[in-house]
Structures are given as C-alpha cells and as structure tokens.
T-cell receptor
Framework: EPEVTQTPSHQVTQMGQEVILRCVPI?????FYWYRQILGQKVEFLVS????????KSEIFDDQFSVERPDGSNFTLKIRSTKLEDSAMYFC???????????FGPGTRLTVT | RKEVEQDPGPFNVPEGATVAFNCTYS??????FFWYRQDCRKEPKLLMS???SGNEDGRFTAQLNRASQYISLLIRDSKLSDSATYLC????????????FGKGTRLHILP
C-alpha cells in the first residue's frame, strides 16, 4: 500500500539554525500539507500546496517558514531560524485530486535546543 | 465557542461494549468532516469520512447532524486495539479555506 514517507524521523538543532524537513507524498496525490503537533497538544494546520504554489496557510506559517517541491517527488518544509517553540512533531500529508481525505506520514520530531 | 470541540475523555470502556462520542463545530460553512485515530506518538490515520447520509464501516458508524452542528462516531463490539485518540477534523470552505483538528477524545478499552 502506498504511503507518505518523511525524513529524518528525528532532528535536533540549535536555536537560530535552519532546518529542512523532507516528505515524499503518495505518487498520484496532488495536494500536499504540513502540520505540526506540539507534545500533548492538538494537530495544527500549517500550509497546503497545490499546483506548485501555496493554496492556504495558517497564522503559524509566518515568514520563517517556506515550502518547496524541488522535484517530482519531494515536498519540503524549511524553517529559516528555529526557535525553542518550534519544537514539535511535524507531519506531512497528501491527498488525491478533489478529495479532502488526507494520508499522513510518520512525522519528523524536531527538537530545538 | 471553539471551532471544533471534543470531550477529551478518557473514556474507559470494557472490551465488547459500544461507545460513542461527539464532536461539535461552530462554523456553518464547514463542508467536509472526518474521523481520524491517533496512537500515542504516531501520525493521525484516516478512519472514515462523514457524509450527510451517515456511513458505516464494519463496527464503526459515523453520522453528521448539520442542524445541530455535530458529528458522531459509534464503535460497536470494541476491541483492545481500538484504544487510541479519536480526532474530529472539519474542512471549512469560505473566503479562506481552513482545516481544523479537534483536540481528540482518548479511548481506553479495558480487558
């Protein structure tokens, strides 16, 4: 069964450093998403991406964040200058055209020290 | 009123019992509704979409009540493996589309 994959599974970085989180969505999906979940809290929408551009973003997704689809398979989330409060689990998800049923990757745990 | 609200639980239910939980939403522009389950420190997994006519998948039944703005999930003949957190997800279509997750309801199935 096709699945969304994410790398790395755990990333530790120092405050102020840039990080790039990587995702490979399911191959025939056209909608891509990033979410974060701070430990013990709810899943929060960050951004959705379709047709090589951002379609929606939340208030959390400020200028420190960017997304890119650098090739036909990868979908990345970059955090330019990490803060302590960016420590969270980051989930990538994808969905088929015209469907809101999203399939999530296993997540990247980001720890900012 | 919160956009998506769920009873956090935990619901402690003996194996084999039936359990139901609700999720209320505040925005009448909400158009699509889903139940996901999330195991501890894992990703959310789609359980089922919720249609206006209601839908059933094995032991799981989901219903939507637009007039009262809530969705429900019923689990029959509960199994130990049903222990998880159940997340309600609402897609709101409007000037700005939004995807809102509830905080989840924790379910513990007791042997």
């Amino acid at each position: 069964e096709p699945e969304v994959t994410q790398t790395p599974s755990h990333q530790v970085t120092q405050m102020g450093q840039e990080v790039i989180l990587r995702c490979v969505p399911i191959s025939n999906h056209l909608y891509f998403y990033w979410y974060r979940q701070i430990l013990g809290q709810k899943v929060e929408f960050l951004v959705s991406f379709y047709n090589n551009e951002i379609s929606e973003k939340s208030e959390i997704f400020d200028d420190q964040f960017s997304v890119e689809r650098p090739d036909g398979s990868n979908f990345t989330l970059k955090i330019r200058s990490t803060k302590l409060e960016d420590s969270a689990m980051y989930f990538c998800a994808s969905s088929e055209p015209h469907s809101y049923e999203q399939y999530f990757g296993p997540g990247t745990r980001l720890t900012v020290t | 009123r919160k956009e998506v609200e769920q009873d956090p639980g935990p619901f402690n239910v003996p194996e084999g019992a039936t359990v139901a939980f609700n999720c209320t939403y505040s925005n009448s522009a909400s158009q699509s509704f889903f139940w996901y389950r999330q195991d501890c420190r894992k990703e959310p997994k789609l359980l089922m979409s919720v249609y206006s006519s209601g839908n059933e998948d094995g032991r799981f039944t989901a219903q939507l009540n637009r007039a009262s703005q809530y969705i429900s999930l019923l689990i029959r003949d509960s199994k130990l493996s049903d222990s998880a957190t159940y997340l309600c997800v609402v897609n709101i279509k409007g000037r700005d589309d939004k995807i809102i997750f509830g905080k989840g309801t924790r379910l513990h199935i007791l042997p």
